[in-house]
Every structure is written in C-alpha cells, then in structure tokens.
C-alpha cells in the first residue's frame, strides 16, 4: 500500500495566534480549491462564515461547488490564524477520508512547527485523530469535545482546544459547530 505525503505547506502568517490543525486533507479526488478543507462537503468555510459574517455562505461559490480561497486567505491573515496537520505522511487503508481509515506513517515535527509561532497563543485540533497525535505529542490530557487544557510550551503557556470535526460525517448541525468554535475564535 503506497503512502501519500501532504500535499500542501504550513499556512502560517505572521503573528499567528491561533493554529488549527487537522489530520491529513482528504484524496485529491475529493478538492473543490487548493487549500486546507478543500472538501465542498466539509462544513469548517461554512464555520468561518457564520462565526465572522453570519452567513454560511459567505465563503461559499455554490455556483461553482467551491470555495472563495483568496477571501478565507485575506480573512487567516487578518486574524492570525495558522493551518496545518498533524501528519505529514499516511496511508489510507481504505479509500476514504476518514481519520479512522489513515495510518499514520510520519507524524508533523509540532514542536518545530510551533516554534517558528512566537505569537501562539491557542491550538484546535478539528478531529479525533489529530487530538490524539497531539496530546500524545505533549504529553498531555486530551480534552472533550468543545474544551480545552493548558500546557507550557517553549516558555509560554498555550491552550489546547479539540473542537469537533468539520466534516458531514460528524453529526452535528453546521450552527452548533459554529456556535463550539465561537469559543475560540472569539478570543481573537
């Protein structure tokens, strides 16, 4: 089984206070735009929207099934906000984009990646797996869903939020996710 190494580089701008952090993008197969989430079916633009617009289309092109990349980019920027993953190469043991179906083969060098964020004050982790990848990483509790825990790191103190996942299959309404990320994105 051939493995995939990430297709993408860390987004990281600069005096990013906040990095989001997923699991690994899904087969390209699956990408409306060439960025982090790029799933048309993945709900996080449609997060980002409510929280900071009040509409979930805000940074949606229903026209075109995909998602206005250059308005989510300018956004990042003006508030911080970093992205990545919590690997760096996986094997899908099916053919799906589910965490439960990745086998992590390297996970991403987090204390160099955060290193290079003198300004981070919060990390999210948007799925199960990528919770467990970086709790395990620390050493440090994995928090419940909507929660967070506190850890030093590199001399400062960094809050560590698992939100829940952006993806369709994770049952819950697009507004209640909004409403769980609102704790976080607030703080900006």
């Known amino acids: 089984m ?3 190494k990430h297709p993408l580089q860390p987004f990281i701008p600069d005096g990013a206070r906040l990095l989001m952090l997923g699991s690994f993008p899904p087969a390209r197969h699956r990408w409306s735009m060439e960025f982090f989430y790029p799933n048309f079916q993945n709900d996080m633009w449609r997060i980002f929207g409510l ?3 009040a509409d979930k289309l805000h940074f949606v092109d229903s026209e075109v099934r995909t998602f206005r990349r250059e308005e989510i980019v300018s956004l990042l920027r003006e508030k911080g906000i970093a992205l990545y993953d919590t690997a760096v190469e996986v094997r899908r043991t099916r053919n799906t984009a589910s965490d439960k179906d990745l086998e992590i083969v390297m996970p ?4 160099n990646l955060m290193s290079g964020m003198p300004a981070l004050e919060m990390v999210v982790t948007t799925g199960q797996k990528a919770t467990e990848l970086f709790a395990e990483n620390f050493n ?5 869903v909507g929660e967070s825990v506190s850890f030093c790191f590199d001399g400062r103190q960094i809050m560590l939020w698992r939100m829940p996942s952006s993806s369709r ?13 609102a704790k976080v994105l607030s703080r900006l």
């Open 2 to 4: 051939d493995s995939e």
């Open 51 to 53: 929280f900071f617009f």
């Open 108 to 111: 991403t060098d987090l204390d």
């Open 140 to 144: 440090i509790p994995q928090p419940k």
């Open 169 to 181: 299959a994770y049952p819950m309404r697009v507004e209640k996710k909004a409403e769980a990320y």
